[in-house]
Structures are given as structure tokens and as C-alpha cells.
């Protein structure tokens, strides 16, 4: 769908009829209701299609032979088949300090949209006082004891305040924050007692307002890492396409679409006073998707000690190891078996996604903020009946990919460990977005290393999504106490684990 934006950003909708009331419902659940995010079609360094198979691309770049479900052969670099038979590995976490309770009053959050730890265990805390948005961001550093150090953070128009963030913070090792701020086209960076220190453009950013106000939306879904050195690692999962600008006198509109990024991590460089964009590695896309296809396998990378990183691009369990340069040196398999995708699979999964959308729509109509108000006031006078009948074909028109990735999530921790989540055997994959989008399910966790030693799984009774890993074995999770509020609790894992 097409969004016309004006100055004042409204978003023009049509006429108030019932189906245009329907649409509200949409508009004012913007945050919780997009469209499942899934991979557009990009160009791969070099691609071609063999006589034998025409569904197989060759990737040179990344020196593999891959089909629409994952890698098939390795053409020209090492490759390490990993035990295919569980070992379990219990991480043997204590217990190390909580915050967010509010009991010392600093340490009230809110909405956490980013945690980490610096090289001396100092933990950082990027929090917002609206979910879903970037308003009132504010970053909470305590010391390793859970003691307080720091608390910056505030919008205005100087030099390190921010107008318009996604709430998300970089760290690097040595405490240096990087604060993304599409409204200002820069990005803040501060010491590590919080301590403006300069801000870097952009690249690109000119003068004309419509151009920067495309890049606002573009930031508030870009993904961001500490890379190495003075770096930041980049993927941008969804990119703004301008459909038609305005020729109006006076008026100052464009009318915009979203579409799926290309699949690649980019270095952005932050030495001088425009940052510079560099490409560091592709990934291979799946042929023949569509942004309404759902189990289409995720583009997961994070950052190595040294520059490389490590990368999930298909369907297969094939860990792919780059290096600083971008050039893959190792894929690291396990010969897990393939979940294609049948009829009952796409059956029970409509019907998951329609229990939790109605579940979505009745917890937001509830809400006493102002998503809350504008859901109700949308729905007023639109029969229950309708609004339901519209969530559920959106959820029938869903399309599927050929079979369910086996690969759900990736990290890397402090000593270089891979931490590669499965999605559960009986399960789907984790979604950030769409209507009634499934969370994250208890499953396995392999902890491998870059080499390719398997050191074992973490059974899916653990239920373990770390936030962050630190020095010394430490790693974060976010939690909720029994009001809803939000709690990072830090503990340590035991040597075999990190």
C-alpha cells in the first residue's frame, strides 16, 4: 500500500467509509501490525544458473553452490560438518545483579530497545518512554556490581541531542556510544561517562527535506552493530521507494513504499565528518519471494573479535565464518532434517496467527496510551465481525516458502562463541512483525566456535535469548516482573558456555 506523506505527517487514507474505518484500525496499530517481514529479490555478486537445476544459483562471492533451500555444495573454501546428535550443555548461570526495579528511582525503565556491555563490564542500557518509538530515549550505564555511573540522553536541536531516534544505541568495547539520529541526518557520539563528543553526517544528506525524511523512516528499521575499529556494521531489512512525488504549488508531499532491503552488511565509517559506506559481505537471497511470504529464511550476521563475522543466509544449518574483508573462509553444517512445508503445517499456522491477532487487537483497544485511544476511536462503530473478517484474510492471503529454516537466531559472545538458536523442532520461526506475528518459542541453542568445534546445546527447557554478551562470561537477558515492567538481569555462564 502507498503512504502519502505531507509535512505535518499525516497519512492520507481516503474517505471515512467502513473499509476506510477498517484501515485506521491498521494505521493506528502501525507498530504492532506490519506486514511479516520477509526478503525481496537482490542482485548477488555474481549469480548464474546451471543447466542441471535451474532453481541453483552459483554465488562466487561467497564460493558456494546454493538451491531455494540452502546451500547444496561448497566450491572453494573449508568447510566443517558439525555432529549431527545433540550433546547438552548446561550453562550454569549465577546470578551477578538486576536492574530495573525502580527501588533506587534512576533505575526505572520504561521500554528497553538496546542493551550492552563495554570491555570492563559496564552495562549499557538504551530505554525509551514509549514502546515502539525512539521519545525520551534515554541511556543508563551501570558498573559491573550493578552500580549507577551514567544516565544521558535528550531531545533539542544542539549538538548531542537527538530529534528524531529509533531508540537504538551502539557500543563499542572502550565505552564509546553511538546514537543514530535520522531526524538531525548524523550520528551522536558520546564517551563512555556519557559525555557528548561529536557528531558525524550521514552520507547522502542534502538539503531538500523529502530525500531526509525517506531516510528517517529507512533508520527506524536499520539494523546496527559495533563493528572493528571506528566502525559500524550495517543491514538495512527494509528499504523507502519513492512511488510519486507531488507537483502541486505549495505542496510538499510524497508518496512513499516500503520494500525488502538488499541482503547485505554494509561498514559504515565514522572517521571524518561524514561517515562513509563501505560494502563488506552479500548474502545469497532466495529466488522467487514476495513481502507477503512468511518462512523465508532469515539474514542473520553478527561481528567476530578481529573484524570478520559470522552470517545465516538459507534454510539449511550452514553457518557461513567471513573475514574483515568480507571474503567467507568457513561454513560450519549440521545435517539436521528438512522441514518442507505442507498443507497442515500452512493450516496450523493461519490459525496460531488469527488467535494472536485477535489477542493483539483486544490488548491494544485496552491500553491507556495514546495507541490505546486511537485504536478505539478507529474502531468505533465498525462491527466486531468486520474487523475480524479483515485480520483474518489478511492472515489467509499469506504466502509460504517452500520449507521452515532451521536456523532462527545468531549471536556471537564476548570470546568469539557462535550461539545459534534452532527453531523448535515442532515450531516456527520467531517473527518481529505482521499481523498477530508469532514471538520466539523455547528451542535449542548450539554454542559452536568459529572453527568449527561443536562444545554442545542448550536444551530448550532453558528458554535462553541473551540481550548481550560481556567480558568474563557475563550476559544480559530482558525480562518483565509481574506489573509488565521491564527488568535486565545480568548473570555469568560457566567457561564451557561462553
Not at 176 to 190: E, L
Amino acid at each position: 500500500m502507498a503512504l502519502t506523506m505531507s509535512d505535518d505527517r499525516a497519512f492520507s487514507l481516503g474517505r471515512p467509509t467502513t473499509v476506510a474505518l477498517v484501515a485506521l484500525v491498521v494505521a493506528a496499530l502501525a507498530v504492532l501490525f506490519v506486514r511479516q517481514a520477509s526478503r525481496m529479490p537482490t542482485e548477488l555478486r555474481v549469480a548464474a544458473l546451471t543447466e542441471k537445476n535451474p532453481t541453483v544459483l552459483l554465488d562466487r562471492q561467497a564460493g558456494v553452490v546454493q538451491s531455494a533451500s540452502g546451500i547444496e555444495d561448497i566450491v572453494a573454501q573449508e568447510v566443517v560438518d558439525l555432529p549431527v546428535e545433540d550433546s547438552f550443555l548446561s550453562p550454569d548461570l549465577e546470578d551477578v545483579f538486576r536492574v530495573g526495579d525502580g527501588v533506587e528511582g534512576w533505575d526505572q525503565l520504561t521500554s528497553i530497545t538496546g542493551v550492552a556491555f563495554d570491555l570492563r563490564g559496564n552495562l549499557y542500557i538504551a530505554d525509551v518512554s514509549a514502546a515502539g518509538t525512539g521519545v525520551g530515549l534515554k541511556i543508563l550505564v551501570v558498573d559491573a556490581e550493578g552500580e549507577f555511573v551514567a544516565k544521558f540522553g535528550r531531545a533539542g536541536e544542539g549538538p548531542g541531542e537527538w530529534r528524531e531516534t529509533s531508540g537504538r544505541m551502539v557500543l563499542f568495547p572502550e565505552g564509546r556510544v553511538v546514537v543514530p539520529d535520522g531526524g538531525h541526518g548524523a550520528y551522536h557520539i558520546f564517551g563512555p561517562d556519557g559525555v557528548f563528543n561529536r557528531m558525524v553526517r550521514m552520507p547522502g544528506m542534502g538539503a531538500d527535506p523529502l530525500p531526509a525524511r525517506r531516510r528517517i523512516i529507512d533508520e527506524r528499521s536499520r539494523i546496527l552493530k559495533a563493528g572493528h575499529d571506528n566502525s559500524i556494521l550495517s543491514y538495512l531489512p527494509m528499504a523507502t521507494q519513492v512511488v510519486e512525488r507531488s507537483s502541486s504549488p505549495g505542496v510538499n508531499a510524497l508518496s512513499i513504499t516500503r520494500t525488502h532491503g538488499r541482503r547485505r552488511v554494509e561498514r559504515i565509517v565514522l572517521d571524518q565528518d561524514e561517515a562513509r559506506v563501505e560494502l563488506l559481505v552479500t548474502g545469497w537471497t532466495p529466488p522467487n519471494i514476495s513481502t507477503d511470504m512468511v518462512f523465508v529464511p532469515k539474514f542473520l550476521f553478527s561481528r567476530l573479535p578481529g573484524g570478520g563475522i559470522a552470517l545465516s543466509d538459507s534454510s539449511a544449518y550452514a553457518i557461513k565464518i567471513a573475514d574483515s574483508t568480507g571474503q567467507v573462509r568457513r561454513v560450519l553444517r549440521r545435517a539436521l532434517p528438512r522441514r518442507p512445508v505442507t498443507e497442515q503445517i500452512r493450516e496450523n499456522y493461519r490459525a496460531r496467527r488469527l488467535e494472536a491477532a485477535r489477542a493483539e487487537v483486544q490488548a491494544a483497544s485496552e491500553r491507556a496510551d495514546d495507541l490505546g485511544v486511537a485504536v478505539r476511536r478507529a474502531i468505533l462503530g465498525v462491527p466486531a465481525r468486520t474487523v475480524d473478517s479483515y485480520v483474518r484474510s489478511q492472515i489467509e492471503r499469506v504466502k509460504f516458502y517452500s520449507e521452515i529454516p532451521l536456523v532462527d537466531n545468531l549471536w556471537t559472545t564476548w570470546d568469539g562463541n557462535l550461539w545459534v538458536r534452532r527453531t523448535p523442532t515442532l515450531g516456527y520461526p520467531s517473527e518481529l512483525n505482521g499481523i498477530g506475528k508469532l514471538g520466539a518459542t523455547p528451542s535449542p541453542v548450539d554454542v559452536i566456535t568459529s572453527e568449527g568445534r561443536y562444545l554442545g546445546t542448550i536444551p530448550a527447557e532453558w528458554a535462553i535469548t541473551p540481550a548481550a554478551f560481556g567480558p568474563g562470561g557475563l550476559v544480559a537477558f530482558v525480562e518483565t516482573d509481574e506489573m509488565g515492567t521491564p527488568i535486565v538481569v545480568v548473570q555469568r555462564l560457566q567457561y564451557q558456555a561462553r
